[in-house]
């Protein structure tokens, strides 16, 4: 769906807060890759995409009103076959409807296994005086304790960019720790690039939060991306 539909449906619904489905697909269309994410209403569609997509595959709760999907226990990753997909399903229904038993539950977003890779986080938030800033950091336990992540304030160029990614003290993970490969950083120069473009021009957005991105060698993937609307 583009972004004007997402945007207005939405608006209609009253809604602040996007689907990761729907954040992803926003992402899609600007050119940042995210892993194939797709919605299924019944565990029937659940195995019918999984195998259009090819095991192993991710099924996570979609739910308007759960935005920490694990904390739900509605993420469940390397499921590699029917069987799987099917428990899988179950699981995330029940452990939903009994943790937040008054969310709206859409069904169960099929994804792609992604890759391992270097964890990053990449996003949008607002600063009370300097307005939309983006945001680059090394993800997992890292953010979480070190805080290691850069801002500046948008729009950015692709120097911007690098310099943010060059500021982060753990840096040295992304250019080949200890005999693994570098990291692809000018495909997120070119992320972070798209990412302040993208707000820059679109009005409405509160907050953007890719966490996490997967960086490769080759390219990166987003695992999840959730994107909230300015009411
Ligand atoms: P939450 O809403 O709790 O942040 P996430 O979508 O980030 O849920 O999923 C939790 C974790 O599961 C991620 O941090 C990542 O390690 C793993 N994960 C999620 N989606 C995928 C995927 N498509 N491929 C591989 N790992 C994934
Ligand atoms: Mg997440």
Not at 60 to 89: C, M, P, W, Y
Not at 132 to 146: D, K, Q, T
Request: aromatic share 4%; charged share 25%.
């Amino acid at each position: 769906m583009a972004l004007n539909e997402i945007l207005a449906r939405a608006k209609k619904e009253q809604r602040a807060v996007l689907t990761e489905i729907e954040a992803k697909q926003i992402l899609t269309g600007i050119g940042i890759n995210c892993t194939d994410t797709r919605l299924a209403a019944s565990k029937t569609e659940a195995v019918e995409l999984s195998e259009m997509i090819g095991y192993p595959v991710v099924l996570k709760i979609s739910s308007v009103d759960i935005t920490h999907k694990s904390d739900a226990g509605g993420v469940k990753v390397n499921l590699k076959n029917r069987d799987e997909v099917e428990q899988a399903f179950d699981l995330i229904m029940e452990s939903a409807a009994a943790k937040f038993p008054d969310a709206n539950i859409e069904g169960v977003s099929v994804q792609a296994m992604a890759k391992p890779g270097i964890e990053i986080i990449m996003g949008m938030i607002k600063d009370a005086s300097f307005g939309p800033v983006v945001m680059f950091g090394l993800g997992g336990v890292l953010v979480e304790v070190l805080k290691d992540v850069a801002f500046r304030i948008v729009p950015i160029d692709k120097n911007d960019a690098v310099e943010m990614i060059e500021e982060i003290k753990g840096k040295k993970l992304l250019e080949g720790y200890r005999g693994q490969d570098p990291v692809d950083i000018a495909c997120l120069q070119d992320m972070l690039v798209k990412l302040s473009d993208f707000v820059d021009q679109t009005p409405g957005i509160e907050e953007i939060d890719m966490n996490p991105v997967f960086a490769y060698k080759d390219g990166a993937a987003v695992v999840d991306a959730r994107i909230i609307l300015y009411q």
